[in-house]
């Protein structure tokens, strides 16, 4: 495997990831208004903050990738 092939594909798996973190908190937000309660407390600010993180290191992994092709 070269080394874009490995910047691809760990592009791909944290944007992936962060992707589903932006869907998870949308289904949060969605739950809150509909005042379901979950048995599990989530601490928010953490967890946005984590998926803001992956959705950055994926850009610029993906970037890398482009610049390097």
């Not at 998870?24 to 967890?47: A, E, F, H, P, T």
């Amino acid at each position: 495997m070269n080394v874009t092939e490995l910047l691809f594909i760990a592009s791909m798996i944290t944007l992936i990831v962060g992707f589903v973190g932006v869907v998870m908190i949308i289904v949060l937000g969605v739950m809150d208004l509909m005042n379901i309660q979950l048995r599990v407390q989530i601490d928010r600010k953490k967890y946005i903050r984590n998926v803001i993180i992956l959705l950055v290191a994926g850009g610029l992994l993906s970037t890398a990738y482009l610049m390097m092709k």
